[in-house]
């Protein structure tokens, strides 16, 4: 079991109170993911934040900083597992922020820091530092610009994991001229049986 992970039988339940926590939220709060995913939350959204778990262990990164935070997928289901030392979770829309603060709250999830800002401010402020060793996003933006600012977030050698759909290897083409100087790309990882996958790459 990863170091900092919880017991198999404490992270179900631990999954079990933020799925139901997120859905409350949806209904009577604000809007965290859309209306006609919540019948789908588990395989949609947990299933497919935890799918890559194994292989953001095996990298080796434990620094990490979520592009896009939402309501908190993939970066608080993966804490859950044991992924990642510290997590930075980057999120523009207070109402998602301030849900991400409760559950990680009420979760009692430790080394998780939420910032109420875009990644493209953050990484301009003077106190910002680039320590970070991995980087996730899933369903922001075209790899392109995702990894313009993975790469001003990232040490050398930092591993970007990019949830990405069945169209990823033209997001790939078409911004091969942004992205190839400054990474190299690993591999692409399915994600069950496709076709989203989770596509890496290093940073050089």
């Known amino acids: 079991m990863p170091e900092g992970a919880c017991a198999p039988d404490a992270a179900l339940e631990a999954l079990r109170g933020y799925a139901l926590g997120l859905l409350e939220w949806n209904r009577g709060v604000s809007n965290l993911i859309s209306r006609h995913d919540e019948a789908r939350l588990v395989e949609r959204h947990l299933a497919e934040s935890l799918q890559p778990a194994a292989l953001i262990l095996a990298s080796g990164c434990s620094r990490l900083i979520d592009l896009g935070s939402g309501a908190g997928l993939p970066a608080i289901p993966l804490a859950v597992a044991g992924v990642g030392t510290w997590w930075t979770l ?39 530092t680039p320590v970070y060793d991995g980087f996730t996003s899933r369903a922001t933006m075209a790899i392109g610009p995702t990894l313009e600012l993975a790469h001003a977030a990232l040490e050398p050698r930092g591993r970007a994991f990019l949830w990405k759909g069945s169209g990823y290897v033209v997001e790939m083409e078409s911004s091969r001229g942004l992205w190839e100087p400054k990474w190299t790309f690993e591999a692409a990882h399915p994600i069950f049986s496709g076709p989203n996958c989770v596509a890496v790459f290093v940073k050089k």
Request: with cysteine; aromatic share 6%; proline share 3%.
């Open 90 to 128: 980057v999120e523009s829309r207070r109402n998602k922020t301030l849900f991400m603060r409760k559950a990680i709250e009420t979760l009692k999830l430790k080394n998780i820091d939420v910032s109420c800002s875009r990644l493209e401010t953050l990484i301009l402020e003077p106190e910002f």
